[in-house]
């Protein structure tokens, strides 16, 4: 019958479902009151009434959008995937595809042999509880952590295939040759392998949305720069949800920047599924739902092609694009995360009621409330008054938003450069969650720069800098280009004004969706000061500058290449004395377990370590516990400390100390000894070590 009536030429089947959805309102509100009143229905009656929403939504939607889609004209520049194929050419295609590849294999090398701090918590239960829950149709229980984490058990899902996850407490390493069975790094490699080769599968999405938004030229060299960033090559090489934030939510943005720049709606409904993804990954994705809001109000200012658009109307269809996308993210949301059919105020807790989101949804939600009420009872009056009030401003506003950035970013290199003074970032960094009872406001402000100035490559670095000067032209805004490095720029703004509010210091981990963005930022610079270059003597352009972007590939695989460890990178531009991976995800723990694997009757020594990692891959007898008495009783042989660990070893021993703990031992006192057995320094740095030292009892 669906098939008929989908294909008869006298049944409108679209008014025919919206008829059958109007008839059934009734009774679909009577079934969600019985079931928030009543805990005793069956959960197919949950998941009805969330399927009636859904189809209700997806058909509003689309109406919205064939209605707005008839009054337009056809997008110029749309192509066909092989007309879009056949236009990059073959040498923007190669770059593309080798700098994936370049990404996968620098991922590949050393996957297994790297015990990340947090992984555990995913691979001893979260991924498998997940999929167990699934299997039994415990829809509650695929509620799995507050991150949510959902995408990472969806990714890494195929590794239960081989490994079961409840034997991973158990499981160490066996030795130099690898056993497939039993050996801890067959169980790193079947969870971390999907997780690197989806993210590197993902990876040309970057070149194919900026090439949408900003051109061919501009796309390859941002794409060369996020493929060549070390921190995000080591963030993907573990299981944790940032892997995939970083994916997620700068997809999102330039999707949606290109659907405000081209107005097709496949790529409204890209970053709607984009930012869906985001969530289902971490909370902290909220924050893209503050900045499309702000960009409505941004384009508006900048984009010279709504000059002569009334701004009632602009802002009644905006709102209505943001609606779509809004509805396209909170069902990818829905579909994915079973725990919310069963219980649907956790959407509510993924978004505006999320912690994440706590200190700043009541101001968000009061102001979007005055713009919809001043929209449609006030005709927008208060609105367009302020947005004509603005655009009087813009120039000031662009002069303020560069400065801003210059000045914080120029001050932090200061600061660093004289020697950590008046702001010493790394202690205010190593406790990033209680930051703001070191520190006022300007000081953790400013302290969130620092990993991401110290964290990019040199070339980005430089970029960073230079970029905000282009902002000083007037007429900037008419490249899309340059707007959009503005707009990147104002949202890296808005995230550390976010976290400064929140009380809490950005470590590289907890700013890693910046890092793509800094990249495309780098890329929009060093194509602009590329033209102006060819402008300056005269040299005509090519379609793709392959001899320069296979220059920064080069420098980048050379970089990737002398970086051990990627994750705990820092750019050359940071003295050697300092680094930014205060709280490191396990950065030495191999390289430490081999060490000491390799001293004779290592299978009957005993150590003591404040790093989980090296227990995993020691052969040994390993504790991380404050049982002093049983460690001298025991034999205690070796102490392994790292330097991301220090402060919570000092905290956790301040009492021990005070009340001079029977059998005490000094762990406090190894970060400064200088007597080690061996020690290993994170990319060459002494300031980021892990040392051991043979424990002579006291």
């Known amino acids: 019958l669906g098939t008929v009536a989908y294909f008869s030429k006298h049944l409108d089947w679209k008014r025919s479902l919206m008829t059958t959805l109007a008839v059934w309102l ?44 008839d009054g337009r004209q056809p997008d110029p520049e749309a192509l066909s995937a092989k007309e879009w194929l056949r236009a990059q050419g073959l040498p923007t295609l190669l770059l593309v595809v080798f700098m994936t590849m370049l990404f996968f294999s620098f ?29 039994e149709r415990d829809w509650r229980g695929t509620n799995i952590s507050d991150k949510p984490g959902i995408t990472v058990a969806l990714v890494t899902g195929p590794g239960t295939l081989f ?10 390493y066996q030795g130099e040759v690898l056993n497939l069975k039993n050996d801890v790094e067959s169980y790193y490699f079947a969870f971390r392998f999907p997780e690197l080769l989806f993210i590197s599968l993902m990876l040309p999405f970057f070149y194919f949305l900026l090439e949408r ?88 200012l900048f984009d010279r092609r709504y000059a002569a658009l009334a701004f009632a109307e602009y802002l009644k269809r905006s709102l209505k694009h943001l609606a779509i996308l809004t509805f396209a993210a909170l069902s990818t949301f829905y579909i994915l995360f079973p725990a919310v059919w069963v219980k649907p105020d956790k959407l509510l807790k ?201 220059a920064l590939a080069l420098i980048g695989a050379i970089s990737l290449f002398f970086t051990p460890y990627p994750l705990s990178y820092a750019s050359t531009m940071l003295p050697a004395k300092y680094h930014i991976d205060m709280k490191d995800m396990g950065a030495g723990s191999y390289e430490a377990a ?6 004779p009757g290592a299978k009957d020594m005993l150590i003591w370590t404040d790093k989980d990692g090296v227990c995993k891959f020691f052969v040994g007898r390993c504790k991380r516990g404050l049982d002093y008495q049983k460690l001298r009783t025991d034999g205690l042989d070796y102490i392994v400390t790292s330097a991301g660990r220090e402060s919570r070893t000092t905290k956790m021993m301040a009492g021990d100390i005070t009340n001079q703990k029977p059998g005490l031992i000094r762990f406090d006192q190894y970060y400064d000894r200088t007597d080690t057995a061996h020690e290993i320094d994170i990319n060459g740095r002494r300031s980021h070590f892990v040392k051991i030292f043979k424990f002579e009892t006291q």
């Open 594 to 599: 081999m060490w000491l694997n390799s001293r």
């Open 213 to 300: 938004l900003i051109g061919r030229r501009h796309a390859i060299f941002g794409f060369i720069f996020i493929a060549t960033s070390p921190i995000l090559l080591g963030m993907s090489k573990i299981i944790n949800p940032d892997s995939l934030l970083w994916l997620f939510t700068p997809l999102s943005l330039v999707s949606y920047l290109v659907f405000r720049k081209r107005g097709s709606f496949r790529y409204l409904i890209l970053s709607g599924i984009l930012l869906g993804l985001a969530l289902l990954t971490k909370y902290i994705a909220n924050i893209l739902f503050v900045f499309y809001l702000g960009l409505i109000f941004l384009d508006y």
């Open 107 to 135: 991922g590949f090398s050393g996957l297994t042999k790297y015990a990340a701090v947090d992984e555990p918590l995913w691979l001893d239960g979260r991924i498998h509880k997940y999929w167990k829950n699934i299997g």
């Open 163 to 172: 490994k079961s996850s409840k034997e991973f407490k158990t499981v160490h």
């Open 26 to 69: 009734p009774a679909v509100l009577i079934l969600a009151y019985g079931l928030s009143e009543s805990k005793q229905f069956h959960y197919v009656f949950m998941v009805a009434v969330g399927a009636y929403v859904l189809l209700a939504g997806t058909l509003l939607s689309a109406y919205a959008i064939v209605k707005e889609h």
């Open 350 to 550: 993924g978004t505006l009621m999320s912690q994440a989101f706590e200190k700043v949804a009541p101001l968000f939600i009061i102001l979007f409330a005055v713009i919809l009420i001043d929209q449609w009872l006030n005709r927008s009056r208060i609105t367009s008054g302020l947005a004509e009030l603005f655009v009087r401003f813009r120039r000031t506003i662009a002069l303020s938003v560069a400065g801003l950035f210059l000045v914080s970013i120029a001050f932090v290199a200061a600061d660093v450069w004289m020697g950590m003074r008046p702001y010493d970032f790394m202690e205010l960094l190593a406790s990033p969650k209680t930051v703001a009872t070191k520190s006022a406001w300007i000081g953790v402000f400013l302290t969130n720069f620092y990993p991401l100035l110290f964290g990019v490559t040199p070339l980005v670095f430089l970029a960073l800098f230079i970029t905000p000067c282009f902002f000083l032209k007037k007429d900037f805004s008419d490249s899309i280009a340059l707007r959009t490095a503005f707009y990147l720029v104002v949202f890296i703004l808005l995230y550390h004004l976010g976290a400064t509010v929140n009380g809490v210091a950005s470590i590289v981990r907890y700013q890693i969706i910046l890092f793509p963005m800094a990249a495309i930022i780098a890329g929009i610079a060093f194509e602009h000061i590329l033209s102006m270059l060819h402008k300056r003597f005269g040299i005509k352009e090519m379609p793709t500058p392959v001899f320069a972007a296979s």
